[in-house]
């Protein structure tokens, strides 16, 4: 019976998929959008607008679940900027609200963080994992890199942040593309932020270290990584992998937004994967 009703007030709230709507939550509200039909797919990262690629194709397969996190974007925090534990439990809440009792999770950079501890502190709600350009520990060029763009917010140079940024995010062989699109990406993953909430993710990724338990994970999980990822470089995304026994890893023909870069290879890669028909 549980169910059924679960089902149904997800299918209900499809319907409405391409407006965007509200869910309280203790300390906030979570701003999220529903679209497609199928297994429930939830893409995790800081700001919606980063899966404009993926929503046209994955909604076909999967019903798809984006929302912007609690304090960023139209997402509003009475309690100050979230830890990367406190919005893994704001998902496992957001799915309540929404009838879903499981679902696959997919988590970008940021999100990717948060996804490692939602699949440890919520492992009974996941059908499939896919964890995309993170990592592990913030170890060796990876920990620099952090440490020098989170200078540039400790000065509030948010500019020169952009400048630098932007530099990780595409590899050479797509740089003109990047620099085409460059104002679109900007309004879509960049200029909803804040000084202050990118030093909170920032702050947060220099200090993280994946939680004990990822190696009991035992759903169909997949650990993508860019070829040419300069900030979270292959070694990341093999030591992480190397912490999941049951995960598959996958190295992409792109840096840090494989989503954005390579838009139909990832996303035949996550349909593929987690069971889409094409």
């Not at 429930?40 to 909604?59: A, K, Y």
């Amino acid at each position: 019976m549980t169910s059924n009703t679960a089902e149904t007030r997800s299918t209900d709230l499809v319907a409405e998929s391409d407006r965007p709507r509200v869910v309280d939550l203790p300390g906030g509200s979570i701003s999220y959008r529903l679209r497609g039909e199928g297994p429930l797919l939830v893409l995790v990262t800081t700001l919606s607008g980063t899966w404009m690629r993926q929503i046209p194709t994955l909604r076909k397969y999967f019903t798809v679940l984006t929302y912007d996190m609690r304090g960023f974007g139209d997402s509003v925090s009475t309690t100050g900027f979230p830890t990367n534990e406190e919005h893994a439990d704001d998902l496992a809440l957001l799915l309540d609200a929404l009838g879903f009792p499981a679902g696959t999770v997919l988590g970008l950079s940021h999100g990717g963080l948060v996804s490692q501890w939602f699949a440890v502190r919520h492992p009974d709600r996941l059908t499939g994992l896919a964890l995309v350009a993170t990592f592990a520990t913030p170890s060796d060029s990876t920990g620099q890199f952090l440490t020098m763009l989170y200078g540039f917010l400790e000065r509030d140079d948010i500019g020169n942040f952009w400048e630098v940024l932007k530099t990780f995010l595409f590899s050479a062989a797509n740089w003109t593309a990047l620099t085409r699109w460059e104002s679109g990406l900007r309004r879509a993953m960049f200029d909803q932020y804040t000084t202050a909430s990118l030093r909170s993710i920032y702050g947060g990724a220099l200090a993280h270290t994946s939680p004990a338990g990822l190696e009991r994970i035992s759903c169909p999980t997949l650990v993508v990584g860019g070829e040419k990822d300069m900030l979270f470089p292959p070694e990341r995304t093999r030591e992480l992998a190397e912490r999941i026994p049951a995960a598959k890893m996958a190295l992409l023909p792109a840096a840090h937004v494989p989503p954005v870069e390579i838009p139909k290879i990832f996303n035949d890669l996550v349909t593929d994967f987690f069971g889409g028909t094409r």
